[in-house]
């Protein structure tokens, strides 16, 4: 039996008929750029997160790079952020002539540490942009109350957490600009690449709707340069048949996450990713630590089981090359390093069944009671 760590095709299924229906309709009508679909989808996701505005464009990383040009972020401005991520974090930041300054993580949350960004914090400041690792929403409390003492902005990424909480207020919304992306793994997907931004801020708002249409309010008269990043017509469509159903996938995730917190909680040399106390996590991916330098055995022997595994990040920012010349030695951020040792990601999406729930688990316990063996036998 093959348990994939992510299953596209099954909610595909699921959904078929209103698909292709939409789909066929956006073919049919032939406006495939920027056609009426884009702007209902946007309505759309403005009222689900509850925001003034939502503007679509062609990728996460497209909608980071949006909100920092509209924050006017560029040469010579410092932007701080978290190194255990994916690339398109600092990929935005450097691409717009910023540097990102790298704040470790928590070990217990994997998100940004609070309680260091302040320490960091320099004349050339101008951002913080917290990460909503795996779905689980930063202490957006302490970001917040930092960046209004030192007149921050805050650019939230909301890859991998569309949906999620924090005391009340979905992510994305809290900061000055949420930043999101409809990667087909994400919980809200689309059919190849596709982002959004989210504001409260008309004036955010007006600047990334021209600057992703080549820097023009007027067609063919353009204020500055811009970007070619608009959300194609189909993906909005298919967006659109998806969101109706974000919650009830948002739900089925929490209960495949609170099955292997019951089921794992017992198992050896395996840290558990904790509940979150002031808000609601959305499990884009349920991520353990695997103690005693054994994850990669572990994720070797599930792969002999049939049961697909994933490392979410095994090199952390500071030590990418495209980041030396910033100057991270070795044991700089110690926490995201251990992270990235140790991190393994289970099957989670919302269609994984109990029965196949059942047998990672128990692959997992058995897989963890022979390195247990081995360990104590070396």
Known sequence: M??????AKSQYHLLAPELINVVSSV??????????????FEMQFASYLDCASTISCNSGTDALHLALRALNIGVGDEVITT??????????????????????????????DPQQIESKITERTKA???????????????????????????I???????????????????????????FPTKNL?????????????????????YLRRHGGKIKYQHEELGLNSRLDTLQAAIL??????????NTARKAIAYYYLEQLASVAGIVLPSVVANGTSVWNQFTIRVLDGQRDRLQQQLNQKGIST??????????????????????????????????????????????EQQITVEAISQASANLSCIHEYV
Not at 27 to 33: F, N
Not at 156 to 170: F, I, L, M, N
Not at 240 to 249: A, C, T
Not at 318 to 330: A, E, I, T
């Open 156 to 182: 939230e990424d909301c890859a991998q957490a569309t949906g999620a909480v924090w005391q009340g207020q979905k992510v994305g919304t809290i900061g000055d600009v949420g930043c999101f992306s409809f």
């Open 27 to 40: 073919m049919a009508d032939g406006r495939y750029i920027m056609g009426p679909q884009v702007k209902c």
């Open 310 to 355: 994933m490392v979410y990040y095994p090199i952390p920012l500071h030590l990418q090359k495209v980041h030396s010349h910033l100057n991270y030695p070795l044991g700089s951020l110690p926490n995201s390093e251990k992270l990235s040792t140790e991190v393994l990601s289970l099957p989670m999406f919302p269609e994984l069944s109990l029965f």
């Open 83 to 112: 190194p255990f991520t994916f690339i398109a974090t600092t990929e935005a930041i450097g691409i717009v002539g910023a540097t990102p300054v790298f704040v470790d993580v928590d070990l217990e949350t994997y998100n940004i």
């Open 128 to 154: 913080i942009l917290p990460v909503h690792l795996y779905g689980r929403p930063c202490d957006m409390s302490t970001i917040m109350a930092i960046a209004r003492k030192y007149n921050l902005k805050v």
């Open 2 to 7: 093959k348990i994939p760590s992510f299953d």
């Open 189 to 209: 997907g689309c059919f190849g690449d596709g982002g959004a931004i989210a504001t409260n801020d008309p004036e955010i708002a007006d600047r990334v709707e």
């Open 240 to 249: 659109s048949v998806k969101l109706p159903y974000l919650e009830q996938w």
